[in-house]
């Protein structure tokens, strides 16, 4: 059971990890993207995941299934920035001209590493962003991304490695738009969410920087039911745990945890109101970073520097009601 082997999607590889309890699908030729996790205990789909017949939809829209990357996440003004004496300019892709969720979309990755063990298994991929002409030619200092996943029992770790390959300091962001499915059951499920303050945001609905109470969002630190949410909601942890809880009505659910020491903002979106899915997306950075008057330790921007490597960690944890386990077989 702790392995991993290689499957399809529209012909490209895939590679699953395997555990007694879960099923975990990388897709690394179209973006590295986790497209699906299988939860073999209750038999159900914990992703939002692509069917075969939408490969024209995932290529326009990869970060609308699984758990896409987003380098940088969020918009940035005008798609422009300066940084360190380097320009930036990044296309144009959404309402005012800005721009939306980072140059990652379907680039290729490489598979680098797979190992099996007693505990579990992991699989890591890589790719370097000077390898893409239209990435290099909007954000100009290289870089090599690594990222690892590792699968043990009901427990999926995500490890991100960035190294700066350039020779001049560097902005840097990653964001997770993970799609959790809610089953068109929202009432059945609650959130819950350790945050301090909501961010406000301009016309454009690109943040300010002035954090505003909570509000009816106050309900999220002891638990929030899904029933009746519409967000699109930029928070801020303000130095409490970075946990999300999301959990049905018969104790099932999930824990989703990020590094506290870069992930210190959560974006709540639902499209529409609360219905078949729900994202919880952990950000290193407040988005247009670069452009806010604030400072690094307020915005999140990791100032990368030549030759320096940061790790980035997020664990996703399912949680059972006592008693349940998976079936025995291999299936």
């Not at 699953?16 to 897709?27: F, R």
């Not at 990222?147 to 964001?175: D, E, V, Y």
């Not at 949410?229 to 659910?253: E, F, H, Q, S, W």
Request: glycine share 8%.
């Amino acid at each position: 059971m702790k392995k991993v082997t290689k499957g399809q999607w529209n012909g490209y590889d895939t590679y699953i990890l395997h555990s007694h309890e879960l099923e975990v699908t990388l897709l690394p030729r179209l973006g590295n993207n986790v497209i699906r996790i299988w939860d073999r205990v209750q038999q159900r789909d914990v992703l939002r995941h692509p069917d075969e017949s939408e490969l024209d939809f995932y290529l326009q829209k990869p970060y609308h299934f699984g758990i896409p990357l987003l380098i940088p996440p969020g918009r940035i003004r005008r798609g422009h920035f300066s940084y360190a004496g380097q320009e930036y300019q990044f296309d144009r892709n959404t309402a005012n001209d800005n721009h939306i969720h980072g140059l990652h979309r379907t680039q290729s990755w490489c598979v680098s590493d797979i190992e099996e063990d007693d505990e579990g298994c992991a699989i890591t991929t890589e790719f370097v962003t000077s390898d893409d002409p239209n990435w290099i030619r909007q954000f100009p200092e290289p870089l090599k991304l690594e990222m690892t996943l590792r699968l043990q029992g009901a427990s999926l770790k995500q490890t991100f490695k960035i190294t700066h390959l350039g020779q001049n300091a560097t902005p840097f962001g990653l964001g997770l738009h993970t799609w959790f499915l809610i089953d068109g059951e929202p009432g059945r499920w609650n959130l819950k969410l350790p945050v301090s303050g909501l961010f406000k945001a301009d016309e454009e609905l690109i943040p300010t920087g002035e954090i505003a109470p909570l509000g009816p969002w106050e309900a999220l630190n002891e638990g929030m039911n899904l029933q009746g949410v519409n967000c699109d909601t930029m928070l801020n942890i303000g130095g409490k745990p970075a946990v999300a809880a999301l959990t049905r009505d018969d104790g099932y659910g999930l824990r989703y945890s990020a590094d506290p020491e870069y992930f210190i903002f959560w974006v709540i979106y639902s499209k529409g109101e609360a219905d078949q899915f729900f994202c919880i997306e952990p950000y290193t950075w407040l988005p247009d970073a670069p452009n806010s008057p604030l400072p690094a330790e307020q915005t999140g921007l990791i100032d990368l520097k030549p030759q320096q490597t940061v790790e980035l960690n997020l664990n996703l944890d399912i949680v059972y009601p006592a008693g349940e386990s998976a079936p025995d077989s291999d299936a």
